[in-house]
């Protein structure tokens, strides 16, 4: 006869392979991309409204500014694998999250000017133009990413 110890103990295995197996098919604790987009911008931004179109001069200018400024953190194409984006306290997470995609754009733009523990805040560094722009870019890589497949935009040295 078996004891009830050994049932136990067997029953006991068994629940830390589901546990294991939801882990790995949910990717608890292991996806560092997972949307970040607890941070909440406060509704009126929803009502702000680019004052500029994404105009090849706009488009090119967002894309000098987040190379200078965004790309160390948000990596080359926005999915968070910038070389400093790994080793701070909280993930930049990937701006072409269902989530981001779905965020306004004046959302983007108090999210930049406002900026958050580890992200830094721009409104001193860049004017609201500038701002404005790189909204533009970020919506002109969240657009190609979902064309060619973020996941294989992989950076680039
Ligand atoms: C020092 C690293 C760092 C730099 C530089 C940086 N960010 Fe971030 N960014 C972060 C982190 C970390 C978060 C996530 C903050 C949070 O949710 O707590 C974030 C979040 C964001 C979000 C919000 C995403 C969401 O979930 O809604 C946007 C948009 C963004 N960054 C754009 C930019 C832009 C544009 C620049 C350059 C002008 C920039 N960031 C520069 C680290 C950085």
């Known amino acids: 006869m078996l004891s009830k ?19 790995k098919v949910l990717k608890i604790g292991v996806h560092r991309n997972a949307p970040v987009n607890k941070w909440i911008a406060p509704s009126y931004t929803d ?10 001069i706009h488009l090119q200018n967002g894309k000098r ?5 965004c790309e160390v953190c948000h990596g080359k194409w926005g999915n968070g694998d910038g070389e400093a984006g790994f080793g701070l306290s909280v993930s930049p ?3 072409n999250h269902k989530g981001v995609l779905a965020e306004s754009d004046g959302s983007l733009f108090w999210k930049i000017y406002t900026g958050k523990k580890p992200m830094p805040s721009f409104n001193a560094k860049l004017d609201t133009t500038e701002i404005w722009q790189v909204v533009l870019y970020i ?19």
């Open 47 to 56: 009502t702000l409204v680019s004052p500029i179109l994404p105009e090849p």
């Open 5 to 23: 110890k050994y049932y136990l103990s067997i029953l006991f295995s068994v629940f830390i392979l589901i546990f294991w197996v939801n882990a």
């Open 93 to 95: 997470g990937d701006l």
């Open 139 to 157: 919506r002109l890589v969240q657009s190609e990413n979902q064309f060619k497949g973020s996941h294989k935009r992989k950076r680039k040295k």
């Open 65 to 69: 500014i987040y190379a200078m400024e």
